[in-house]
């Protein structure tokens, strides 16, 4: 067996394994709304091995996640159509106009939300700190802003 032959079996034996959930913290429904509806703390800034997860516990408890859209310079790759379990995310990317640390989910007619995306690299304690200030409802800060405190 060559190295390449390798590489494929442990790439082949790692899409077997199902993805670890997502670290999500939501806000209640609150009126008005805030600019950030909780937040998202990914492992890595490859979006398509992050995404599934993600769609994965809107669907189940919001509604099945059809389109998304970020910030184009904070991803890895920034492909136009992600797979996700029994159907796909259409992506638009942006390189201005669109906070660089929020990602925006759409459900075909049951709306959008806004979430803090929390550097995958962040220390355990600082992504707590800030998963629960996005989650707060008496927060009204960008999610931008929320990452400044």
């Known amino acids: 067996m060559n190295a390449s032959t390798g590489r494929r079996a442990r790439h082949h034996r790692e899409d077997l394994s199902p993805p670890l959930p997502a670290r999500l913290t939501l806000r209640p429904p609150t009126f008005p709304p805030g600019p950030v509806n909780g937040a998202w703390w990914p492992r890595s800034d490859d979006l398509?091995?992050?995404l599934p997860a993600l769609v994965d516990a809107f669907d189940t408890s919001w509604g099945r996640v059809t389109r998304?859209?970020?910030?184009?310079?904070?991803?890895?790759?920034a492909p136009c159509d992600l797979p996700v379990a029994g159907h796909?995310?259409?992506a638009a990317w942006y390189a201005s106009g669109f906070d660089p640390h929020a990602v925006r989910l759409f459900a075909h007619g049951v709306g959008r939300r806004d979430l803090l995306v929390v550097p995958p690299g962040t220390e355990e304690a600082t992504a707590e700190?800030?998963?629960?200030?996005?989650?707060d409802p008496a927060h009204h800060l960008t999610a931008s802003a929320l990452l400044a405190l």
């Open 48 to 50: 398509a091995a992050e």
């Open 68 to 77: 998304m859209a970020a910030h184009r310079g904070v991803w890895r790759d």
């Open 88 to 90: 796909t995310v259409r």
């Open 129 to 135: 700190r800030l998963m629960s200030a996005a989650a």
